[in-house]
């Protein structure tokens, strides 16, 4: 058994929350409200280390007085708590959100729409048994059906009726066939969280397996 | 002026975004981050408000003395408690403030989300029933995929060589339908964008005043 108090503190926060398996008690919520105040505890210095220390108080140490403007700008984001000038916040938010905006529309044409066109395009040696093995020329082409069918049955501007809908349908096999492996992935990541805190219960805290 | 201004602020910074994407030049480049800086240094007062929320929403719980006050009491001593730890030993490495973060915040975290496994377990087995095809290949899929990903399912089906069974699946069909979804969501974060840089969507204007 560990002589470590950190170790006592972990495993009886985990036993509160686990706890939760049996109902809704004291102790789970004991646990639950812990978790939201040290998380919004632990932000605080960390904002001010990495934040607010090398990117206003350093710079402004410097001479660097233009940032006095992003920072009376975000400074009116205060104005919100006071209804008479609540309208001020609005001037951070458009900056934020325009700026925002603009950054957000070329990268998502490059890397969301371009990239992923450029990644499913057929090229010849992508086909060509000599360079590439069967198993990756048969994904290849399950791939370019894929994209084309799920885009398909996402193009509500026609009624999936005919052609388009048996097209469309073969979406929904590629959907729900994504599904399950995002589903199995997930339930994987959380089981081994589970297995993690097992573990740790049993041998970093009462130390009964190796 | 409480609604123009802004609206003009989110456009011209919106478009100088955009232009600034398309010039490749050191100024350019240099100017890129300035503009991330300065949006940095912008949002740090937002914190303030997120915080005054949470604070708001607990003080009037306890001065109301509403059920469940007591848990109120224990945000506000955890938020004050693991910030000043934070900020008068420090948050370097072995602090106090990394063990609270390491023994206490992270446990809770990593137990919360195992206690999903619980959940999504439960929820699967009353969900997953094989009713339409489409659903069948969800769960044999979902089936597939955790099975391939640990041990026992590597030596269970040694024949069907299922973590490369798993493999493929991922890297073909599932990747096939996520590019599907993925072009469409790259799609709406530009029209999302432009519609908010045009002064279509302007929710984010809020009510506070004309």
């Known amino acids: ?210 | 002026m409480r609604r123009a201004g802004p609206l003009k602020l989110c456009l011209i910074g919106g478009i100088v975004m955009i232009i600034q994407f398309f010039i490749p030049h050191r100024f350019s480049k240099n100017f890129f981050d300035e503009v991330v800086h300065w949006l940095i240094v912008c949002g740090v007062p937002a914190l303030v408000i997120g915080y005054y929320s949470i604070f708001h929403v607990h003080w009037t719980k306890i001065r109301r003395k509403r059920e469940g006050w007591g848990y109120s009491i224990i945000i506000f001593v955890a938020v004050i408690v693991v910030a000043l730890i934070g900020f008068i030993w420090g948050v370097g490495e072995n602090s106090v403030f990394m063990k609270i973060y390491q023994y206490m915040t992270m446990t809770m975290q990593a137990t919360m989300f195992s206690l999903l496994g619980f959940y999504m377990a439960s929820a699967a087995f009353r969900s997953f029933k094989a009713r339409t095809p489409e659903a069948t290949l969800l769960l044999i899929v979902a089936l597939v995929v955790m099975f391939g990903r640990v041990p026992i399912g590597e030596s269970v089906f040694i024949k069907l060589k299922l973590p490369n069974l798993v493999e493929w699946i991922l890297m073909y069909p599932n990747m096939a339908a996520q590019r599907g979804i993925g072009l469409g969501v790259g799609l709406g974060i530009m029209a999302t964008s432009l519609k908010i840089m045009l002064g279509i969507e302007r929710g984010w204007l809020g009510g506070a005043g004309k």
């Open chain 1, 1 to 210: 058994m560990s002589h470590d108090p950190w170790v006592w503190v972990a495993a009886f926060l985990t036993l509160c929350i686990f706890s939760f398996l049996y109902k809704d008690n004291p102790f789970y919520r004991f646990a639950e409200h812990l978790l939201i105040g040290a998380t919004l505890g632990y932000a605080l210095p960390l904002v001010w280390k990495n934040i607010v220390t090398p990117k206003i108080i350093v710079p402004l140490q410097h001479h660097e007085y233009w940032l006095l403007i992003p920072l009376c700008l975000g400074l009116l984001y205060i104005a919100r708590l006071i209804p008479k000038y609540a309208w001020l916040s609005r001037w951070p938010m458009a900056f934020a959100l325009g700026t925002g905006s603009g950054i957000a529309i070329p990268l998502s044409l490059q890397a969301g729409i371009f990239k992923q066109m450029q990644g499913t395009m057929l090229t010849k040696a992508m086909l060509s048994p000599s360079i590439t093995p069967t198993v990756h020329i048969i994904g290849n082409i399950v791939m370019f059906v894929g994209v084309i069918t799920t885009l398909i049955y996402f193009y509500f501007s026609i009624k999936h009726t005919g052609t388009v809908g048996k097209v469309a349908r073969i979406g929904v096999w590629y959907i729900m066939l994504a599904f399950g492996a995002t589903f199995g992935y997930t339930v994987m990541a959380r089981v081994s969280l589970l297995i993690g805190r097992f573990q740790f219960l049993l041998h970093d805290w009462l130390g009964v397996i190796k």
